[in-house]
């Protein structure tokens, strides 16, 4: 049995919140520069330039990629033979985002209660935390904080097995349509399929963490990714909204067994960054 102290945990979080906000990843950043290359639309490769202009001096300056610093999403996978000492798991969680959000100088976006009050809790806490038990002594945790912008674009549906493949990619290419400008395209499209109701939900937030450039493992959904995509960028929404073929970066999904009379889809929108930031203690 490993111990780690919880203090450990919040120091890693705080760096975390920080770095996901400034440093946009790699993948992204390729991934931009190939979207300016291939766009037909003067404006929008303008549009694609200032993006990566954006992201550019984000890094060199160390502040945030955008004014929306979002809620703080926490995937992590905690070893099994781990033992947190010296403090409460989800504290320490919420302690690091409370602690980078303000060394940070990190926007604060979250209200306490979400339907009458709604008042800011002023730290950005709680976060969002979805813990996963696995084998071994390590913990990888991940963080993506998630703008409204985009996510109040995100839906689900839940499908008979009977309407199969074909109303699924309707789906997906009206949901990205309506959205429109909002999600700040190009978009990066997580997609969930399978499960209940929540693991849709779930699956298809998890799947925005997979770098654009890898495609699911199964033939069949890799092949589903590279479809929508180009479904998706056909629409014309185009970057920033205002037109073009690069409407979305990527396209990524991921399923899990369901029930033999459901067929539940979740679409988990996110804008150009797709910020996110990775560690293993």
Do not use: W
Not at 68 to 84: N, R
Not at 151 to 163: C, G, I, R, T
Request: negative net charge.
């Amino acid at each position: 049995m490993r111990t780690l102290e919880a203090a450990e945990i919040t120091e890693a979080i705080a760096k975390l919140a920080v770095d996901a906000n400034y440093y946009l990843s790699d993948d992204i950043f390729e991934a931009l520069k190939a979207g300016e290359q291939k766009e037909e639309s003067p404006l929008g490769r303008e549009i694609l330039g200032q993006l990566i202009s954006n992201a550019c001096i984000a890094r060199e300056e160390a502040m945030p990629i955008c004014q929306d610093t979002g809620m703080a999403v926490v995937f992590m996978e905690l070893g099994q033979d781990v033992h947190v000492i010296n403090g409460d798991l989800t504290a320490a969680v919420n302690a690091g985002v409370a602690k980078g959000y303000a060394e940070g100088y990190l926007r604060k976006s979250v209200v306490a209660e979400p339907l009458f009050q709604r008042r800011n809790t002023g730290d950005n806490t709680p976060a969002v935390l979805h813990v996963t038990v696995v084998p071994g002594d390590r913990v990888r945790i991940t963080l993506a904080p998630k703008g409204f912008g985009s996510e109040n674009m995100s839906a689900l549906k839940m499908f008979k097995p009977s309407d199969g493949v074909e109303a699924v990619k309707k789906f997906v290419v009206d949901t990205v349509f309506q959205a429109g400008s909002n999600p700040c395209p190009p978009i990066v499209i997580g997609m969930g399929v399978g499960g209940t109701m929540e693991k849709a939900a779930f699956l298809a937030k998890k799947a925005l963490l997979r770098p654009v450039n890898r495609h699911n493992s199964q033939p069949e959904y890799a092949r589903l990714e590279e479809e929508l995509l180009s479904l998706v960028n056909r629409t014309g929404v185009g970057p920033q909204g205002l037109g073009g073929r690069i409407t979305a970066l990527a396209v990524n999904i991921e399923y899990y067994p369901t029930h033999i009379a459901g067929l539940p889809v979740a679409v988990n929108i996110n804008c150009h960054a797709t910020r996110h930031a990775e560690i293993e203690l």
